[in-house]
């Protein structure tokens, strides 16, 4: 997919502009694999083989992306994708001890 044509897309639930990060591109330079990402709502759409996947959340099979999350991990840093949302993974880990604190 073209950089110029990425660029006009937008979160489809809330409209605002998405971040881009390419993990490979073709010798033409258009993007064949990478994620777009919403910094509003924090999800995060997979763009494979030049082609951005923006379905809704309940129409999206998380078991189906995890292959490609867990190769770009390096990309994605110290942030994890839960529930279709890009999150801080320290942010996981303290919901988790709080859930854990309010069940004891």
Request: net charge negative; aromatic share 6%.
């Amino acid at each position: 997919m073209r950089i110029e044509t990425i660029n006009k897309l937008c979160c489809p639930f809330d409209k605002h502009d998405l971040e881009l990060t390419i993990v490979t591109r073709d010798v033409e330079g258009n993007v064949l694999e990478g994620y777009l990402h919403c910094p509003e709502c924090k999800r995060i759409y997979p763009i494979v083989k030049g082609i951005p996947i923006m379905n809704p959340d309940e129409f999206r099979e998380f078991q189906l992306e995890q292959p490609l999350l867990d190769r770009w991990a390096k990309q994605l840093g110290n942030m994890k994708v839960e529930n279709f949302r890009l999150v801080e993974a320290v942010d996981i880990a303290d919901r988790r001890a709080s859930a854990d604190d309010a069940t004891e």
